[in-house]
């Protein structure tokens, strides 16, 4: 069965050099447009209570070696992503780590939850996770980003994974969420990763499976994955074919 993804989603890569700039928040918006959001938060609260209103970063310039941007509450993201015609209001592009975890068998996939409110059921490559503020930094430090969220959706411990340069930045084309993805290592197996995910992690995913090198070009043609992740496979297929070469 093939999948829509909602078009195709625009990748742009990273320079070696590349960071994320903290700017200062733009002035208030409108009273109407603010009221919307109120409203649209209440009645998603009023549905799921456990909805909080973290503080979480969006991107006002992208470019390959610089994302400039400032912190906003999570609940004017949520209103945007009910609401498109809020954007040009907003202008919201929240920022999310997208991670593909290698194990000495191959690389983890995750089937995403089929109660997720967003991509349920899709395979993803975790941890991902919006770019929150976990701390009162007002920098971003991609790394503790990522492993925080390795922590949260698969158990694992921060000195167990290694954390490579990131790759790309990804555009979902109906949210504009903007994904950063990277790679991160692990020496422990594929059966230990499970294990901690059984025993230690929340309930994003439902399901884990490892994917093999030799077996990622059939999972690519399956249309299943989540693009970033697809996007992060494929650049680890094509460089593996470089050092070879």
Not at 40 to 63: D, E, H, I, K, R
Not at 64 to 86: C, D, H, S
Request: aromatic share 8%.
């Amino acid at each position: 069965m093939t999948r829509s993804f909602g078009g195709p989603w625009p990748a742009l890569p990273l320079s070696a050099s590349f960071r994320i700039d903290v700017e200062p928040s733009p002035p208030a918006v409108p009273a109407d447009i603010e009221q919307e959001i109120t409203h649209l938060w209440q009645q998603a609260c009023a549905t799921t209570p456990a909805l909080f209103n973290g503080c979480v970063f969006s991107a006002s310039c992208v470019t390959r070696t610089v994302i400039k941007g400032y912190w906003t509450e999570y609940r004017r993201v949520f209103a945007q992503m009910k609401n498109p015609a809020l954007f040009p209001f907003l202008r919201l592009q929240p920022l999310a780590v997208v991670g593909l975890v290698l194990t000495p068998d191959g690389y983890v996939l995750g089937r995403r939850n089929p109660s997720s409110i967003y991509q349920g059921n899709f395979w993803q490559s975790p941890p991902a996770g919006s770019i929150e503020k976990r701390t009162d930094a007002e920098s971003i430090n991609l790394a503790e980003q990522i492993l925080a969220e390795a922590t949260e959706e698969l158990g694992l411990d921060a000195k167990n994974l290694q954390v490579e340069q990131p790759l790309m930045a990804v555009r979902h084309p109906h949210t504009r969420v903007l994904d950063i993805g990277l790679v991160l290592k692990t020496w422990l197996t594929f059966e230990k990763v499970e294990e901690s995910w059984k025993q230690h992690a929340n309930k994003e995913y439902d399901m884990l499976t490892c994917v093999p090198a030799k077996n990622v070009a059939t999972w690519l043609e399956q249309n299943a994955i989540l693009p970033t992740s697809q996007y992060l496979l494929q650049h680890e297929q094509k460089s593996k074919t470089l050092r070879t070469i």
